[in-house]
């Protein structure tokens, strides 16, 4: 398998309203970035992924994109990040930026002008239609909650947003914004940066009927998905944009892709067909919710996670490229989600990490992950942020008849503003994250779960991800190994064989907090292994092929 760096580099994001504040108002900024960058190397990453600091009204906290060439007065100014850029290269260390091209902010210049008049210039920049018997234009539904269509009343036409309305989609099927978005692409490249994580970009290409979408339960509004996710363009633009801009920079990509599976996964990130590397795929984060959506609860089972992790290792080996991630801006925190946050949170998060740094593909932390922030639990939605945690609350107990605390219920277990608490930096007064009032409410579990502490202990989460980290430096097995399921039923265990070059790796996981006996299937061979990498004390001696597992135990053992 070719090398390549961004498969041999592990990946930190950052997002940037949470992460540290430089000036006392209570938004994480640039500056305030730089003041932990030798956090970030110490740690052991190679690659930061920025999330949007770009100009933006943030109604959407930043995807929505005002100026896609300033900064965001708030994070600080260009100068601030031309700094920002130097000294995370001075450190050995990469970056890369969010583009979100599929929409803009509603105040970007382009759509100021496309809603002027049907024959503006930039009128095609955006997608308009009229209304259909006086109602939108379709049924679709927005990610956020009610129509996809949002009226404006200076054309009588309705324009398309898949996310919030003040999120206009972006019409691709227009070659000068194609050009605009690969001249802006450019502009960054040759700043230096190291490339793009790609926002929701396989829904860029829609099928232009935009007919309605089926909708079996009467609902008045559907998803759309089947239109617009990996749509018939979709390859053909990303192969354009790989032509007339990625493939003249050594840069890595990664395309956020809700909806995409493994045969289109296959297609976006084949080394030959140049379009992307690795896309985020979405399945593994989809098996703890019901026929209802992500609202709807659904305990995880082991089974299912090993059945779509499995299928992922397996089907791009050899072919394309995978992320690794359990976490993001989007998602709960790890440790609440699939480990244990009240007992042992610890051992749990250092099992979940075990778990994901083991398997191939380039691994993702998110902020906060590296010393086990967990979700949090507001009373009031008031003291919520995020616009899709907002507009669902308002769809269904102000307006619908849906229970408050039943839907509080699912915010605390599924709302985006999990990951959005500011980062707790020590034990002062808001973690250390600001001097001010931050713009979101601190985790009250602060004075226990914090950067400080962690760095200051052996033992912590942090120090076990280094050796993580440092791991993947070591054995290319680690990256560039086959993947293996064992014990494919156990609903406890989650075991797998990595194998490279005549090397092998055992990796065992125990997922739950029950003491259970592991026993490596007699036809597997594994001669004279030692242990990697443990997140319980292990004695050199102990057998490998049966033992015991502790709660969320796990082990790795390699044999050359
Ligand atoms: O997210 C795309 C997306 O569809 C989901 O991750 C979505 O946020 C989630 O399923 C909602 O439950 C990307 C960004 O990561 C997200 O922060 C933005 O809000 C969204 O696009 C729009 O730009
Ligand atoms: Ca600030």
């Known amino acids: ?26 938004i994480g900024d640039i ?11 110490d740690l052991g990453i190679n690659v930061i992924w920025l999330s949007p600091v770009y100009e933006s009204p943030n109604d959407d906290n930043g995807y929505d994109i005002a100026d896609y060439q300033s900064i965001m007065d708030e994070f600080g100014t260009m100068e601030d990040w031309e700094h920002l850029l130097k000294e995370i290269h001075n ?38 239609r009229p209304g259909k018997d006086g109602k939108e234009p379709n049924n679709w539904e927005s990610t956020f909650s009610g129509s996809a269509w949002e009226y404006d009343e200076t054309t009588d036409e309705y324009y398309l947003h898949l996310f919030s309305r003040k999120q206009p989609d972006l019409n691709w099927e227009n070659p000068q914004l ?40 009467g609902r008045k509004y559907s998803n759309g998905g089947q239109y617009y996710m990996d749509g018939p363009r979709i390859h053909e633009f990303l192969q354009e944009m790989n032509k007339e801009v990625l493939s003249k920079y050594d840069v890595m990509t990664v395309g956020e892709m809700p909806g995409v599976n493994m045969e289109e996964a296959k297609k976006y990130t084949d080394f030959t067909r ?28 082991l089974t299912d996670l090993k059945d779509s992790i499995s299928k992922w290792q397996t089907g791009l080996h050899g072919v394309g490229w995978n992320s690794l991630y359990l976490n993001n801006h989007d998602q709960p925190r790890m440790v609440s989600r699939l480990g244990n946050d009240k007992e042992y949170r610890v051992i749990s998060a250092k099992m979940l990490g075990t778990f994901l740094h083991m398997l191939q593909g380039t691994p993702y932390i998110y902020q906060g992950e590296e010393i086990g922030m967990t ?80 760095v200051e202990d052996p033992d912590s989460i942090y120090h076990y991800y280094r050796q993580l980290i440092q791991l993947r430096k070591t054995h290319p097995i680690i990256v560039y190994g086959d993947y293996k399921l064992i014990l494919p039923n156990h609903e406890e265990i989650y075991a797998y064989l990595r194998e490279y070059k005549g090397e092998k790796l055992l990796v065992v996981t125990n997922f739950s907090k029950k003491e259970i006996t592991f026993e490596l299937p007699s036809s597997v061979e594994l001669d004279n292994a030692k242990l990697l990498i443990a997140n319980y004390d292990v004695s050199e001696n102990e057998p490998y092929r049966k033992f015991v597992l502790q709660p969320y135990e796990a082990r790795v053992y390699k044999a050359e």
């Open 91 to 128: 450190r050995g260390m990469k970056l890369i930026m969010d583009l979100v091209v599929n929409h803009s902010s509603d105040e970007h210049h382009w759509f100021q002008e496309s809603k002027k008049s049907k024959d503006n210039p930039y009128r095609d920049y955006y997608i308009w």
């Open 31 to 41: 500056l305030g970035i730089i003041e932990k960058l030798d956090y970030l190397k």
């Open 274 to 301: 140049n379009e992307l590397q690795m896309v985020f795929q979405f399945e593994h984060m989809d098996l703890d919710a019901g026929p209802g959506g992500k609202w709807d609860l659904k305990p995880l089972k």
């Open 375 to 454: 979700n949090v639990q507001f009373d009031s939605i008031d003291d919520y942020k995020d616009i899709e945690i907002h507009n669902m609350y308002k769809e269904k107990v102000i307006e619908g008849n849906e229970n408050h605390d039943k839907i509080m219920k699912a915010i605390h277990v599924k709302g985006r503003d999990n990951a959005r608490t500011p980062i707790q930096w020590d034990a002062s007064k808001n973690a250390g994250f600001t001097d001010g009032e931050p713009w979101i409410k601190v985790n009250p579990n602060y004075s226990s779960i914090n950067a400080k502490q962690a």
């Open 178 to 217: 194609r050009q605009d978005i690969y001249n802006m692409m450019k502009w960054w490249l040759d700043k230096g940066i190291d490339g793009f994580r790609m926002d929701v970009i396989n829904f860029i290409s829609k099928v232009p009927e935009l007919p309605d979408a089926p909708n079996p339960d």
């Open 1 to 26: 398998m070719k090398q390549a760096w961004w498969k041999e580099s592990v990946v930190y994001q950052i997002y940037p309203r949470s992460f540290n504040d430089s000036n006392g108002d209570g």
